[in-house]
């Protein structure tokens, strides 16, 4: 299990989509489908600032300090800030804002507006949830490897936010899988971090 099969766990439940279909009108399905578009490009960015330069990543490190919110996935959405939401989304995406959140409304048939207010609820557990693995990780003293048996991810299954995502999920051993997929799955953006964090 990796930072974005996490993310994508917690996050995608019955109850989580369903605590941003209670604050958006929208129904669960296009709900679900927008995160499962959205998570997976947001880390893409997130990973992109972090490794650009140590300063990105320490940036990123400050940020994330400031989201450590320990209540389950479905609470933090629930109750999310939109207007940090929004800022969070403006720093992971810089200039691509308006680009992301029009591919994204071709991509689901919601419009830009919809998918800002999307984005803005789902950003500070998204940050909540990276803060997180990012600690299990520095605690570690290593990055949390996807296919370690006992990674300090899969520590994190049990917890309020990830909640139990281990119940026999298979995982790819392939050497080649696992050298593509390491900026995709959060592994070089955790890299990042513990290197940034270091650093201080």
């Known amino acids: 299990m990796n930072l ?3 993310l994508l766990g917690a996050m995608t439940t ?3 989509v369903g605590s941003v279909s209670g604050k958006t009108g929208l129904s669960n399905k296009q ?3 927008l995160m499962m578009l959205a998570i997976p490009l947001l880390l893409k960015y997130m990973t992109g600032n972090a490794t650009s330069s140590g300063s990105g990543a320490l940036s990123l490190l400050g940020a994330l300090s400031q989201h450590t919110n320990k209540k389950d996935m479905a609470q933090q959405l629930n109750d999310a800030d939109e207007d940090d939401g929004e800022k969070i989304i403006g720093h992971i995406l810089g200039n691509n804002e308006k680009k992301v ?11 830009e507006a919809q998918i800002k207010q999307v984005l803005s609820i789902m950003a500070p ?5 990276v803060s997180e693995a990012a600690t299990a990780s520095a605690a570690s003293g290593k990055p949390a490897a996807a296919a370690a048996p006992a990674s300090p991810l899969e520590a994190l299954a049990g917890s309020g936010i990830f909640g139990a995502l281990f119940g026999g999920g298979k995982k790819n051993d392939s050497a080649n899988q696992k050298e593509n997929d390491g900026a995709a799955d959060g592994t070089a953006l955790l890299q990042a971090l513990l290197k940034a964090g270091n650093k201080k």
């Open 14 to 16: 019955q109850s989580s």
């Open 4 to 6: 974005l099969q996490l």
């Open 101 to 111: 959140e029009h591919d994204l409304a071709a991509q689901t048939g919601l419009n």
């Open 31 to 33: 709900i679900q489908k």
């Open 125 to 129: 557990a998204l940050m909540s949830g």
